[in-house]
């Protein structure tokens, strides 16, 4: 692999445990669900408005799954606060419905739709990166080309025919290693001589024009 690769693989952030793992992410906010309901059923007076802890699930869920996770995660809680409602008998007017309904719906919404540029711009990211690996490693090819080529046509011009024959399967062979090295870490499957029209081992490029120069 590049030298060019390492500081951007390094550079990497590590995704956090909620993206690693967003299975346990939604095990651990169907608990905070439940938790919440039953404390907000079985604990304290309706007074003592234990349903805000319903943001903890609902941010996690926002956080790990998106928009749309994020806003299901809203509406899931909107709809415990009415069970929590109806079966402690309470009652809200609209302005205590709006500051209860209201924060979650809008939490599950931003925090979904930035988890959602968030991931975008990581994949932007990578792309950017891959694409600048990919261009400095077809520079080093050009630049092998080139440098093979021209000592190639150093050792014509001397008159050292199977010298400069010499140079250029060298140079054939690192340049088709080279791009079969990209290939195989573009994710294209393995190379191997049919494919590529790499040399074998036993092979030897012909000797196009050494006769004449003879």
């Known amino acids: 692999m590049s030298d060019f690769a390492w500081p951007l693989r390094r550079s990497a952030p590590r995704n956090p445990w909620f993206r690693q793992h967003p299975s346990i992410a939604f095990v651990v906010a169907a608990g905070l669900y439940g938790a919440v309901l039953l404390l907000t059923l079985f604990a304290g007076t309706p007074g003592d408005d234990y349903f805000l802890l319903y943001v ?11 928009l ?5 995660a809203g509406l ?7 069970v929590w409602v109806v079966l402690r008998d309470v009652s809200f007017s609209t302005a205590g419905w709006a500051a209860r309904v209201a924060p979650l719906l809008v939490l599950g919404l931003l925090l979904g739709r930035a ?9 932007e990211r990578l792309r950017l990166e891959a694409a600048a690996l990919l261009h400095r490693e077809a520079i080093e090819i ?9 000592a190639a046509r150093w050792s014509f011009q001397a008159g050292e025919v199977e010298a400069g024959l010499k140079i250029l399967d060298e140079t054939l062979n690192q340049a088709q290693e080279l791009v079969s090295d990209l290939i195989r870490r573009a994710g294209m499957g393995p190379s191997g001589p049919a494919r590529t029209g790499t040399l074998g081992s036993g092979e030897r490029r012909p000797q196009v024009g050494s006769s004449k120069h003879r």
Do not use: C, H, K, Y
């Not at 749309?68 to 299901?72: S, V």
């Not at 988890?115 to 994949?123: G, K, P, T, V």
């Not at 050009?142 to 021209?150: F, H, K, P, R, Y």
């Open 76 to 82: 899931s809680a909107v709809a415990f606060v009415v």
């Open 115 to 123: 988890a959602d540029r968030l991931r975008w711009a990581e994949a």
């Open 142 to 150: 050009n630049d092998s080309l080139v440098q093979g080529m021209a």
């Open 56 to 66: 903890f699930p609902v941010a996690l869920i926002a956080i790990t799954f998106g």
């Open 68 to 72: 749309r996770a994020g806003a299901l």
